[in-house]
Nanobody
Framework: QVQLVESGGGLVQAGDSLRLSCTAS????????MGWFRQAPGKEREFVAD????????NYAESVKGRFTISRDNIKNTVYLQMNSLKVEDTAVYYC?????????????????WGQGTQVTVSS
């Protein structure tokens, strides 16, 4: 079983940057595809980015492409989400998830382990 803990969220102003971390315990994440999702108040959880087991392939939602970067360090058992040029509409709880599909671009139902989330609030 994989336990995922997100950190790095907070309150920032529009245009600022944040880096989220997702640290895993219980077993290595090196065989999992990993992803970030977010959920804003009153909205469905949505895909943000994912990364293959090796880090060699990534996917991004159109809304964050060019501003967010997902990366991973399998030795540290950690996945990151660098968020630049933050917008008010990026405000949400951000969740890290591990997929039993080792590549990127997996289906939502393939993400089988989830963290508890970290709040990101962007003010204008």
């Amino acid at each position: 079983q994989v336990q995922l803990v997100e950190s790095g969220g907070g309150l920032v102003q529009a245009g600022d940057s944040l880096r989220l971390s997702c640290t895993a315990s219980g077993r290595t994440i090196s065989t999992y595809g990993m992803g970030w999702f977010r959920q804003a108040p009153g909205k469905e959880r949505e895909f943000v980015a994912d990364i293959s087991w090796s880090g060699g392939s990534t996917n991004y939602a159109e809304s964050v492409k060019g501003r967010f970067t997902i990366s991973r360090d399998n030795i540290k058992n950690t996945v990151y989400l660098q968020m630049n040029s933050l917008k008010v509409e990026d405000t949400a709880v951000y969740y890290c998830a591990a997929s039993n599909f080792a590549g990127s671009g997996g289906r939502y139902d393939q993400f089988i382990h989830w963290g508890q989330g970290t709040q990101v609030t962007v003010s204008s």
